[in-house]
Protein backbone atom coordinates (compact mmCIF):
# COMPACT_ATOMS: atom_id res chain seq x y z
CA UNK A 1 0.00 0.00 0.00
CA UNK A 2 0.96 2.97 -0.87
CA UNK A 3 2.13 5.40 2.12
CA UNK A 4 2.52 8.84 0.68
CA UNK A 5 -0.65 9.49 -1.41
CA UNK A 6 -0.54 12.36 -3.58
CA UNK A 7 -3.32 13.76 -6.01
CA UNK A 8 -3.65 13.96 -8.14
CA UNK A 9 -1.14 12.38 -10.75
CA UNK A 10 -1.70 14.44 -13.42
CA UNK A 11 -2.55 18.12 -13.98
CA UNK A 12 -3.19 20.38 -16.82
CA UNK A 13 -4.24 24.04 -15.79
CA UNK A 14 -4.46 27.49 -17.77
CA UNK A 15 -2.46 30.19 -17.16
CA UNK A 16 -3.89 32.48 -13.93
CA UNK A 17 -6.03 29.93 -12.44
CA UNK A 18 -5.87 28.10 -9.39
CA UNK A 19 -5.27 24.67 -8.14
CA UNK A 20 -4.50 22.87 -5.32
CA UNK A 21 -2.48 19.79 -4.48
CA UNK A 22 -3.23 17.52 -2.21
CA UNK A 23 -0.39 15.26 -0.06
CA UNK A 24 -1.41 12.31 2.65
CA UNK A 25 1.38 10.21 4.80
CA UNK A 26 0.08 6.98 6.15
CA UNK A 27 3.76 6.36 7.78
CA UNK A 28 3.23 8.56 11.25
CA UNK A 29 5.76 10.95 10.37
CA UNK A 30 6.04 14.23 12.01
CA UNK A 31 7.44 16.28 9.48
CA UNK A 32 6.28 17.14 5.81
CA UNK A 33 7.91 18.85 3.40
CA UNK A 34 7.07 20.23 -0.75
CA UNK A 35 9.64 20.04 -3.28
CA UNK A 36 9.51 20.88 -7.13
CA UNK A 37 11.42 19.26 -9.84
CA UNK A 38 11.39 20.53 -13.64
CA UNK A 39 13.81 19.84 -16.45
CA UNK A 40 15.73 23.11 -16.25
CA UNK A 41 16.59 22.92 -12.28
CA UNK A 42 17.46 20.16 -9.91
CA UNK A 43 14.88 19.26 -7.06
CA UNK A 44 13.85 22.32 -5.29
CA UNK A 45 13.23 22.92 -1.38
CA UNK A 46 10.15 24.49 -1.38
CA UNK A 47 8.70 24.06 2.73
CA UNK A 48 8.89 22.24 5.66
CA UNK A 49 6.32 21.63 8.40
CA UNK A 50 6.80 19.84 11.36
CA UNK A 51 3.98 19.22 13.62
CA UNK A 52 1.87 20.99 11.33
CA UNK A 53 4.02 24.49 11.78
CA UNK A 54 5.53 26.23 8.81
CA UNK A 55 9.53 25.77 9.35
CA UNK A 56 10.45 27.05 6.23
CA UNK A 57 9.89 28.23 3.41
CA UNK A 58 11.95 28.84 0.30
CA UNK A 59 9.77 30.20 -2.19
CA UNK A 60 9.90 33.48 -3.72
CA UNK A 61 6.41 34.22 -4.45
CA UNK A 62 2.97 34.07 -2.43
CA UNK A 63 1.12 32.35 -5.25
CA UNK A 64 2.33 29.40 -2.94
CA UNK A 65 0.50 28.44 0.12
CA UNK A 66 1.27 25.00 1.71
CA UNK A 67 -1.94 23.95 3.69
CA UNK A 68 -2.28 21.38 6.24
CA UNK A 69 -5.51 20.73 7.93
CA UNK A 70 -4.25 17.30 10.07
CA UNK A 71 -0.90 16.38 11.34
CA UNK A 72 -0.37 13.91 8.04
CA UNK A 73 -2.06 16.55 5.47
CA UNK A 74 0.01 19.13 3.95
CA UNK A 75 -1.64 20.42 0.69
CA UNK A 76 -0.17 23.37 -1.37
CA UNK A 77 -2.30 25.77 -3.27
CA UNK A 78 -1.10 27.41 -5.91
CA UNK A 79 -2.76 30.60 -7.40
CA UNK A 80 -2.05 32.48 -10.42
CA UNK A 81 -0.89 29.75 -12.22
CA UNK A 82 2.03 30.86 -14.86
CA UNK A 83 3.47 28.62 -17.57
CA UNK A 84 7.14 28.69 -15.12
CA UNK A 85 5.10 26.52 -12.78
CA UNK A 86 4.91 23.75 -14.70
CA UNK A 87 6.59 20.69 -12.58
CA UNK A 88 6.47 17.98 -10.56
CA UNK A 89 5.85 18.50 -7.75
CA UNK A 90 6.87 16.13 -4.56
CA UNK A 91 5.39 15.57 -1.31
CA UNK A 92 8.16 14.23 1.32
CA UNK A 93 7.92 13.20 4.84
CA UNK A 94 10.19 12.20 7.42
CA UNK A 95 9.79 10.70 11.27
CA UNK A 96 10.99 14.28 12.63
CA UNK A 97 12.45 17.29 11.30
CA UNK A 98 16.24 17.89 10.45
CA UNK A 99 19.04 17.24 9.24
CA UNK A 100 19.48 13.56 10.25
CA UNK A 101 15.66 12.51 9.40
CA UNK A 102 15.47 10.59 6.27
CA UNK A 103 12.79 11.92 4.05
CA UNK A 104 10.58 9.91 2.22
CA UNK A 105 8.81 11.09 -1.55
CA UNK A 106 5.48 10.27 -2.57
CA UNK A 107 5.42 9.76 -6.35
CA UNK A 108 4.68 13.51 -6.96
CA UNK A 109 1.99 15.39 -8.92
CA UNK A 110 2.96 16.46 -12.77
CA UNK A 111 1.33 19.97 -13.44
CA UNK A 112 1.52 21.61 -17.01
CA UNK A 113 0.51 25.33 -17.32
CA UNK A 114 -0.54 25.46 -20.37
CA UNK B 1 26.26 28.97 -8.47
CA UNK B 2 24.89 25.55 -7.69
CA UNK B 3 25.60 24.86 -4.10
CA UNK B 4 25.55 21.67 -4.73
CA UNK B 5 27.42 19.82 -7.92
CA UNK B 6 27.66 16.62 -9.25
CA UNK B 7 29.53 14.39 -12.01
CA UNK B 8 28.87 12.96 -14.42
CA UNK B 9 26.25 13.86 -16.08
CA UNK B 10 25.54 10.30 -17.13
CA UNK B 11 27.12 6.98 -16.54
CA UNK B 12 26.70 3.25 -18.36
CA UNK B 13 28.12 0.70 -16.76
CA UNK B 14 28.40 -2.85 -17.64
CA UNK B 15 26.09 -5.53 -15.76
CA UNK B 16 28.79 -6.59 -12.55
CA UNK B 17 30.91 -3.41 -12.62
CA UNK B 18 31.30 -0.80 -10.75
CA UNK B 19 29.19 2.56 -10.99
CA UNK B 20 30.73 5.86 -9.29
CA UNK B 21 29.26 9.23 -8.46
CA UNK B 22 30.36 12.15 -7.56
CA UNK B 23 29.51 15.23 -5.35
CA UNK B 24 30.91 18.60 -4.08
CA UNK B 25 29.48 21.15 -2.23
CA UNK B 26 30.56 24.99 -2.21
CA UNK B 27 28.81 25.68 0.99
CA UNK B 28 30.67 24.63 4.05
CA UNK B 29 27.26 24.88 6.26
CA UNK B 30 26.42 21.29 4.35
CA UNK B 31 27.63 18.72 6.74
CA UNK B 32 24.89 16.01 6.19
CA UNK B 33 24.85 13.96 3.23
CA UNK B 34 22.52 12.04 1.26
CA UNK B 35 22.08 9.52 -1.30
CA UNK B 36 19.14 9.47 -3.01
CA UNK B 37 17.72 7.28 -6.37
CA UNK B 38 14.66 8.09 -9.03
CA UNK B 39 13.17 5.62 -10.72
CA UNK B 40 11.73 6.93 -13.85
CA UNK B 41 7.99 8.03 -13.27
CA UNK B 42 8.59 7.75 -9.77
CA UNK B 43 9.58 9.98 -7.04
CA UNK B 44 13.03 9.95 -5.11
CA UNK B 45 14.25 6.98 -2.79
CA UNK B 46 16.94 7.24 0.02
CA UNK B 47 19.87 4.88 -0.64
CA UNK B 48 21.77 5.64 2.20
CA UNK B 49 23.06 8.96 4.59
CA UNK B 50 26.75 9.86 5.58
CA UNK B 51 27.38 12.13 8.07
CA UNK B 52 31.02 11.46 9.42
CA UNK B 53 34.57 11.79 7.20
CA UNK B 54 35.35 8.51 5.55
CA UNK B 55 33.31 5.12 4.31
CA UNK B 56 30.22 3.85 4.90
CA UNK B 57 28.85 0.15 3.46
CA UNK B 58 25.32 -0.84 2.56
CA UNK B 59 25.50 -4.26 1.22
CA UNK B 60 26.25 -3.10 -2.65
CA UNK B 61 26.79 0.44 -1.59
CA UNK B 62 29.68 2.29 -0.64
CA UNK B 63 29.50 5.73 0.40
CA UNK B 64 32.53 8.32 0.93
CA UNK B 65 32.42 11.89 2.48
CA UNK B 66 35.44 14.05 3.17
CA UNK B 67 34.40 16.79 5.18
CA UNK B 68 37.56 18.51 4.13
CA UNK B 69 37.03 19.15 0.70
CA UNK B 70 33.04 18.67 0.79
CA UNK B 71 33.72 15.65 -1.37
CA UNK B 72 31.56 12.53 -1.18
CA UNK B 73 31.06 9.94 -3.51
CA UNK B 74 28.73 6.93 -3.81
CA UNK B 75 30.16 3.27 -5.75
CA UNK B 76 28.01 0.92 -6.56
CA UNK B 77 29.30 -2.63 -6.97
CA UNK B 78 27.78 -5.41 -9.28
CA UNK B 79 25.80 -3.01 -10.61
CA UNK B 80 22.14 -4.82 -11.96
CA UNK B 81 20.42 -3.42 -14.74
CA UNK B 82 17.62 -2.50 -12.06
CA UNK B 83 20.47 0.25 -10.43
CA UNK B 84 19.40 2.01 -13.59
CA UNK B 85 18.07 5.17 -12.43
CA UNK B 86 19.11 9.37 -11.73
CA UNK B 87 20.82 9.61 -8.83
CA UNK B 88 21.25 12.47 -6.67
CA UNK B 89 23.38 14.15 -4.19
CA UNK B 90 21.31 15.99 -1.68
CA UNK B 91 22.95 17.94 1.60
CA UNK B 92 21.87 19.34 4.86
CA UNK B 93 23.04 21.89 7.19
CA UNK B 94 22.69 21.63 10.54
CA UNK B 95 20.66 25.42 12.26
CA UNK B 96 18.92 25.83 14.85
CA UNK B 97 15.79 25.69 13.36
CA UNK B 98 16.38 22.04 12.16
CA UNK B 99 14.31 22.88 9.07
CA UNK B 100 15.16 19.76 7.36
CA UNK B 101 16.07 21.46 4.18
CA UNK B 102 17.50 19.10 1.66
CA UNK B 103 19.52 20.50 -1.17
CA UNK B 104 19.76 18.52 -4.52
CA UNK B 105 22.59 18.16 -7.12
CA UNK B 106 21.34 17.92 -10.60
CA UNK B 107 21.36 14.18 -10.52
CA UNK B 108 23.23 11.24 -12.47
CA UNK B 109 21.66 8.73 -15.06
CA UNK B 110 23.27 5.52 -14.43
CA UNK B 111 22.47 3.02 -17.18
CA UNK B 112 23.32 -0.66 -16.73
CA UNK B 113 23.93 -2.56 -19.70
CA UNK B 114 23.62 -6.55 -19.98
Known amino acids: DPKIIQKPKYLVAVTGSEKILICEQY?????MYWYRQSAKKPLEFMFSYSYQKLMDNQTASSRFQPQSSKKNHLDLQITALKPDDSATYFCASSQTGGAYAEQFFGPGTRLTVL | QQKVQQSPESLSVPEGGMASFNCTSS?????YFWWYRQHSGEGPKALMSIFSDGDKKEGRFTAHLNKASLHVSLHIRDSQPSDSALYFC??????????????FGHGTILRVHP
Open chain 2, 27 to 31: DRNFQ
Open chain 2, 90 to 103: AASEYTGANTGKLT
Open chain 1, 27 to 31: LGHNA
